[in-house]
């Protein structure tokens, strides 16, 4: 067999039609987990195992001050056009309400990160959630804005953005609609469970690439669903954490913030708001504590997952020349699903006691009536979580915990709603080891960086660009942002503008201001101290808004009678 590396040196004879030759651009690996906090994972502090992302982190940079949008499908939108949300046609999320900014799937005037990469040589693939495009249960799914048809190559994922562990709703092979027991190409052993579906797949994906495609360098998605309600999580996995969290929130968090203290994320000037869960209120002790220990549980296995992944590139020789970034799309959950009145039995009968689904009968529903094998639906408090038939969320005290030290959730654009963590990990690119990167930096730069890697040319006749390359913080330069960073979801805003943060609370709440070098945690609002600033920077989010087509959250009801409430958290 001849070898990639003599493969690739008969390229310098034979060079792709743009000049360039595979091996002086790196693969590229985007790696998104979904709805998790700040702190979860272990070389930010958390107390969970996640040692192939902490071996990561310390082979590479982490970022402290890297953004999301505080929602999953803009956050989608904006991490696969390198646009604000608003701009990719994603302004809420997947309704159409009579805006082009807010028609709820990825417009013609923008490109995915592969429509960008594929002229350049790139092949791209994409396992786990889309969400970028409506999902129809009744079979007249629109497919034009499917992955195969915005530049990717290969999907295996969900159209639809949240559903079972075990049976997701909108499963998807290619463009075809599949369910876990028909799909012809994959078939595991043991129990079938998305994330691992998500990794085994990735797997797969890198394999055959360097099998059928070794002159070309890849770009790859991998969009897990973990840590995302419902709690559903293997037995093994859970039995890791039992009784780990039987003390509740506040050993958690103290334990959390001394190790990010140790860690450098925490400055010593931030006043800590605390966790905002009071244990001994807790009637459901032993309930509480299992929801959280099943969370852990998700991230657990997507960690063993990108286990596999690394090794995958190790195998194929490739781990040096790979660019992997791993990111969150929003901060920790406080909605209250699945939490509150019962539904279905509390204890999970001995027996099955519905019909089981077919093998061919597709999963339409988000909330699954009953699991495939005929267990019934079962959620509220008190219901176990993990099983297949179970719909239960980890709940707002959690979420806080998650977000340790920050304020607020998913859909706030305060900075427990924002931010992320960003690994960075290629050996061959980048300079420094267990390095930090403090610039502040935000979804929109990834389509920069890969562009910038891929030496792909960004098309003039889309939308330009808003994010900037990230790739001069490889070598330990600084980003020399030009603009401020946006933000806007479901009327909460932002502006990030140096070391200065301007934000608000909801359409009609004032704006806020926090100088986040002295208070990331944002305690101490200095608008009334510094008026002349607010006016300033709350001018240029106007000016932003007006430019990008973003309008006050709800006003487009006289637009359109399509619209519905978003879900709010508890």
């Not at 590479?60 to 696969?80: E, I, V």
């Not at 998500?198 to 070794?214: A, C, G, L, Y």
């Not at 596999?308 to 901060?331: P, V, Y």
């Not at 297949?388 to 959690?398: A, H, K, L, S």
Request: charged share 20%; net charge neutral.
């Amino acid at each position: 067999m001849i070898s990639r590396l003599f493969q690739l040196s008969l390229l310098s004879f034979f060079p792709l039609s743009l000049g360039l030759l595979a091996d002086e651009r790196p693969n590229i690996i985007l790696i998104m987990s979904d709805d998790m906090g700040y702190s979860d994972i272990g070389c930010y502090g958390g107390e969970i195992h996640t040692p192939h992302l902490d071996q990561l982190a310390s082979r590479g940079l982490r970022f402290t001050q890297f953004y999301n949008t505080a929602r999953c499908c803009p956050t989608r939108a904006s991490l696969l056009t390198g646009l604000y949300p608003h701009q990719a046609g994603v302004g809420h999320m997947m309704g159409n309400y009579g805006l082009p900014q807010y028609q709820g799937f990825l417009n013609k005037e923008c490109v995915t990160i592969a429509e960008a990469l594929k002229p350049a040589g790139y092949r791209s693939y994409i396992c786990g959630k889309w969400h970028v495009t409506p999902y129809k249960a009744n079979g007249e799914d629109t497919k034009e804005n499917w992955p195969l048809q915005r530049g990717f190559d290969r999907f295996f994922g969900t159209i639809h953005g949240a559903g079972s562990f075990f049976d997701p709703n909108s499963l998807t092979r290619g463009n075809t609609h599949i369910t876990p027991e028909n799909d012809p190409k994959y078939q595991p052993k043991g129990t079938w469970y998305y994330t691992d579906a998500i990794s085994d797949n990735t797997v797969t994906n890198i394999n055959e690439h360097f099998r059928d495609h070794p002159e070309q360098p890849f770009f790859h998605y991998v969009a897990y669903t973990a840590a995302h309600w419902p709690m559903h999580a293997l037995p093994q996995d859970i039995a890791k954490y039992e009784g780990k969290y039987d003390e509740g929130y506040a050993p958690i968090y103290q334990a959390r913030l001394e190790k990010m203290k140790k860690l450098g994320l925490l400055d010593p000037r931030w006043e800590i708001p605390g966790p905002i869960g009071k244990w001994d209120q807790v009637k459901l002790k032993e309930w509480e504590s299992a929801c959280m220990e099943v969370y852990a549980a998700m991230i657990d296995n997507m960690d063993q997952g990108i286990g596999r992944i690394i090794k995958a590139l190790e195998q194929n020789n490739q781990l040096d020349n790979t660019l992997i970034l791993f990111f969150q799309d929003n901060g920790g959950c406080a909605e209250g699903f699945g939490r509150g009145q019962l539904v279905g039995p509390l204890e999970r009968p001995k027996q099955p006691t519905l019909k089981p689904m077919a093998k061919d009968e597709l999963q339409t529903q988000m909330v699954p009536p009953q699991s495939r094998d005929g267990y019934p639906l079962r959620r509220g408090d008190g219901v176990m979580p993990g099983f297949p038939e179970t719909e239960v969320g980890y709940g707002q005290n959690w979420a806080n915990v998650s977000n340790t030290p920050f304020r607020e959730y998913k859909h706030w654009v305060h900075e427990g709603g924002i931010s992320t963590p960003l690994i960075a990990h290629w050996p061959n690119g980048i300079e420094k080891r267990n390095a930090w990167v403090k610039d502040p930096s935000h979804l929109i730069d990834l389509m920069a960086t890969c562009v910038d890697l891929g030496k792909a040319t960004y098309p003039e006749n889309k939308i330009p660009l808003e994010g900037v390359s990230l790739v001069p913080t490889f070598s330990g330069k600084s980003l020399n942002r030009s603009k401020p960073i946006f933000f806007e979801h479901e009327g909460n805003r932002a502006v990030r503008e140096g070391d200065w943060k301007l934000v608000a609370k909801g359409v009609n709440s004032p704006w806020e201001l926090y100088h986040i070098p002295q208070d990331r945690t944002e305690m101490n609002n200095l608008a009334h101290e510094h008026p002349n600033r607010v006016r300033q920077m709350a001018k240029q989010y106007t000016t932003w808004a007006r430019e990008r087509g973003v309008v006050p959250f709800n006003s487009w009801r006289k637009n359109t009678k399509k619209a519905k409430p978003s879900q709010k958290p508890n």
